[in-house]
């Protein structure tokens, strides 16, 4: 036989820059019209004997090897590019095109039309009598129509060399604009990218809707050592549905969802969704004032909801017309939102990703979320989202095992999988997981206005031993239990964050004593290790040794005194934030006010003192809702907080009511007053006036802002009225004044109130050469500020 030439690959158009187009359409790329069922494409006319070539001129194609014939049918070929579309040989161009169910392909081109010849199993072919073909489109007879399109295989890669660079490097922070699936013009086309990073697969397919989810025809190109395969389809444009079919190592095959899909089909479908951003944010001022003041200088009051259920049913676009307002009269400064990415089983409540990149689209589109974001950020609220690094789901269609082998998640089966959750671990030590991660919390933070995360299970990361026996764990190269993989992902992930997204906070759930979570992460400790580089972290040692003790009768109380004065020994080894989470008021826990002890209006009163607790503690705050109005039930993602406690027309709403204005004077009061939120890392902040009262109930404090005027906070947790108790206050104050007072009649409590100011007297208390003396409620929290 006589030997042909290798195909070269022939420049068919001047490349164009990837600028989204304003509208793509979602005409079929390698199908016929979507008039044809898939019952006539099982119907078409089975593979002929080679034939075709009818115009003039046109000769026969070598024919494919075997070899190259069997794998582009098997979706096993590294580079279909070179086997298709249009190549310069002798006497002219080869032109082959896969058009699985075809009868006839033609060539078009201007002053070109030139049927192919049929090869079989969908190949088409023809050697054209030309110098070359520089643009041409394809028009495929099927046997009942026709359909023009381009020729996928005609296009020059539509990823840049950069691109794949910073990918091969784990450096690329805007790793969502170089992978999935972009809509764009190229070459002078409409259509869109598709890019994946599948390094163990022998080859990738593009299976959609717009081509009756048959992959035979859309096979992708592997650009090179990356492990990136690309596709550029003509025509499919925002809306269409599409996966990858990976041909595993073995041979055999997996259709997976795109792991940086930007929009998800409703669940339980699985499908990824092209998608493009039309949004115009209108938030400018106040992503210009974000960053003005440090967050732990700040106020920094936070409500935390569960979307899908806070108003059950509402959309995204129906949430932006309700929850900024109903946030900003309580006067939360932030919501913190439960997992928004998507999750296929919402019983998890979003914990379980498999859509790290895409908003769920239980609620609209990913720019309906954005107008959510925006109205929050028009109203003066900021948004933290609860993000999932930690782990993830199995599902076969999503990440697990996602190109045949071990990939996002480690290769060591024992530090794959989550102990407690059936889910697996991210390999935090490999380049381009890593990357996959600090490049999605960037994502969130500059697509989506975020303006905090707060990282979820960070205890997990952190520890090779977490929840594991001796002989299940393997320590690390130092000998010691420390993932030092999770710790190095976590500081690139705050510095890039940090760095990238002025203003923006992040925030740790962190459960053990790790030092340095909040220290900057060039500052090592005496651990020696760097710090994480957070900028907050959850006290989880505070939110339970309060909730103990406030779960105690009144009379056993004082033999738990240290519970709620322990905490200000640590209260500034981190920037803290004081939670009332989701956790903390589900799985049999008790809403808070159920945990109280006493009849109704004892569990109120201990819930309203132990808010005004809170709220004067060091530290931020965050409380779930439902809590701000004394729901009695545990919370649901079936059915979210009982808002009829609050209708008019039940006897008892009153009740709730009170604690909910509560709630909105706390932060009233809060932001007004600097001394509460000012210094609340510094303990030049804070000092006690009384915290040793533990036969009283009694706890009571100084708060300092950056001026010196104080707040003395007082919380009596004992059901009776002290009258004439003493406390010891600074002498240059000439009086002091109640500004709130959880026993207040509008709140449902007794009024037991101090109307006059309380003029200090020369009496020495408490250390100090002056106090004063002040009734206390039962129950009761309550302020004071200089007169």
């Known amino acids: 036989m006589e030997a042909v030439p290798a195909p070269q690959p022939v420049t068919t158009g001047t490349a164009a820059g990837p600028e989204p187009v304003s509208s793509a359409t979602t005409a079929v790329a390698t199908t016929p019209t979507a008039k044809r069922s898939k019952a006539k494409r099982k119907n078409a006319v089975p593979p002929r004997p080679r034939r075709g070539g009818a115009d003039e001129g046109v000769r026969p194609a070598p024919a494919l090897h075997d070899a190259d014939r069997g794998r582009l049918l098997a979706g096993e070929h590294h580079a279909p590019h070179d086997l298709l579309g249009a190549h310069p040989c002798d006497g002219g161009v080869l032109v082959r095109a896969l058009r699985p169910h075809a009868r006839a392909v033609t060539v078009i081109a201007p002053g070109l039309r030139a049927q192919l010849f049929d090869d079989g199993d969908g190949f088409f072919s023809g050697v054209l009598p030309v110098g070359d073909v520089t643009a041409y489109r394809l028009r495929v007879a099927y046997a009942q129509d026709e359909v023009e399109v381009e020729d996928p295989y005609r296009f020059l890669p539509a990823i840049g060399e950069l691109d794949l660079h910073l990918i091969g490097e784990g450096r690329h922070e805007e790793l969502w604009t170089a992978l999935g699936a972009r809509v764009m013009e190229h070459q002078g086309v409409a259509g869109t990218r598709f890019t994946v990073w599948a390094p163990n697969a022998r080859g990738v397919r593009i299976a959609g809707d717009f081509a009756y989810w048959d992959s035979t025809g859309t096979p992708m190109r592997s650009l090179g050592a990356t492990g990136v395969w690309e596709l550029f389809l003509p025509g499919v444009g925002e809306g269409a549905l599409y996966k990858f079919d990976i041909c595993r190592p073995d041979g055999s095959h997996t259709l997976r969802a795109d792991p940086m899909a930007r929009a998800a089909e409703v669940p339980p479908a699985t499908a990824s969704v092209v998608t493009a951003s039309h949004y115009a944010w209108q938030d400018g001022d106040w992503m210009e004032r974000r960053g003005d003041r440090p967050v732990h200088e700040a106020p920094f009051s936070v409500y935390e909801i569960h979307l899908p259920s806070w108003r059950p049913r509402l959309t995204y676009r129906q949430l932006a017309e309700q929850l900024p307002a109903y946030v900003k009269d309580l006067g939360f400064t932030h919501v913190e939102l439960m997992p928004v990415s998507e999750h296929p089983f919402g019983g998890s409540w979003g914990y379980q990703v498999t859509g790290f990149y895409a908003p769920t689209s239980r609620m609209g589109t990913p720019d309906d979320f954005r107008f959510l974001v925006d109205a ?66 960037t994502y969130w933070c500059e697509e989506f206005h975020i303006d905090g995360l707060r990282v979820d299970a960070v205890a997990s990361m952190l520890y090779l031993d977490y929840s594991r026996e001796d002989g299940q764990w393997s320590p ?32 740790a759930e962190e459960s053990t004593a790790w030092s340095g979570v909040t220290r900057a992460t060039h500052h090592t400790g005496p651990d020696g290790f760097g710090g994480l580089g957070f900028g907050l972290k ?19 109380r004082r033999y738990h005194h240290n519970e709620m004065t322990f905490s200000m020994v640590y209260a500034y080894s981190e920037n803290y934030v004081l939670p009332i989470s989701h956790d903390e008021v589900v799985h049999g826990k008790q809403a808070l006010v159920s945990k109280m002890p006493g009849d109704w209006w004892q569990q109120r009163a201990n819930h309203r003192a132990y808010l005004g607790f809170m709220w004067a503690h060091p530290g931020k705050q965050l409380l779930f809702m439902g809590q701000e109005f004394a729901q009695g039930a545990e919370w649901s993602e079936g059915h979210g907080p009982d808002w009829w406690l609050l209708d008019p027309a039940y006897e008892a709403s009153g009740d709730h009511r009170g604690v909910r204005d509560l709630v909105g004077d706390l932060n009233a009061v809060y932001g007004a007053v600097p001394a509460l939120w000012q210094r609340d890392t510094d303990p030049g902040g804070f000092a006690w006036v009384d915290g040793g009262a533990a036969e009283d109930n009694v706890l009571a404090f100084l708060r300092f802002d950056a001026d010196g005027s104080p707040l003395l906070a007082v919380s009596h947790f004992s059901p009776v009225v002290r ?65």
Do not use: C
Not at 408 to 423: F, I, L, Q, V
Not at 539 to 552: E, F, I, P, R, V
């Open 376 to 441: 929050l950020h028009r109203s003066g609220i900021g948004v933290i989202m609860d993000w999932v690094p930690a782990h993830f789901p199995r599902d076969e269609w999503a990440l697990a095992e996602f190109d045949g082998q071990p990939l996002y998640e480690h290769s060591d089966p024992s530090r794959a999988a989550h102990p407690d959750w059936g889910t697996l671990e991210f390999d935090y030590g490999r380049k381009e997981v890593r990357n996959f991660l600090v490049s999605n919390a």
């Open 476 to 507: 690390n190269e130092r000998g010691g239990r420390e993932n030092l993989d999770a710790v190095a992902f976590l500081q690139e992930m705050n510095a890039t964050v940090y760095r990238r997204n002025p203003g923006v906070v992040t925030i």
């Open 538 to 556: 959850w006290n989880m040692g505070w939110m339970h040794d309060s909730l103990t003790y406030m779960a105690k009768e009144p009379v056993h």
């Open 723 to 787: 009258h004439d108790y003493r406390l010891g206050v600074p002498e240059t104050v000439a009086g002091w004044v109640e500004v709130l007072n959880t026993d207040a009649a509008r709140y449902g409590g007794s009024d037991v109130r101090n109307e006059e100011p309380l003029k200090p007297e020369a009496v020495p208390a408490h250390g100090r050469p002056a106090s004063i003396t002040l009734t206390l409620p039962p129950l009761a929290t309550v302020w004071f500020r200089p007169a």
